[in-house]
Nanobody, 114 residues
């Protein structure tokens, strides 16, 4: 059974930083394409960043230069380092993994507020 478990969400002030982590199990992680999505209230889920099995990365324009996605195949984890956070980054962040099919974590709330 595949499990993706996110951690690291919380409340942060504008301009602050936060690091999200996703621990994967039951999946061939080193071959999986991993990504972070987010969904703000009243909005559709959107891709934030992705990283391929060969560690090529892709970012949404809104987070380029502020967020960094990385993976540790030895630990089967994918992380999202977020900096210069603003109110528009407030959302539930979901870990996504794709290997033969899509897998999703349950999400972690990130709230940017003073």
């Amino acid at each position: 059974q595949v499990q993706l478990v996110e951690s690291g969400g919380g409340l942060v002030q504008p301009g602050g930083s936060l690091r999200l982590s996703c621990a994967a199990s039951g999946i061939n992680f080193s071959r999986a394409h991993m990504a972070w999505y987010r969904q703000a209230p009243g909005k559709e889920r959107e891709l934030v960043a992705s990283i391929t099995s060969s560690a090529s990365t892709n970012y949404a324009d809104s987070v380029k230069g502020r967020f960094t996605i990385s993976r540790d195949n030895a630990k089967s984890t994918v992380s999202l380092q977020m900096s210069s956070l603003n109110h528009e980054d407030t959302a539930v962040y979901y870990c996504n993994g794709w290997f033969l099919r899509d897998y999703w974590g349950q999400g972690t709330q990130v709230t940017v507020s003073s």
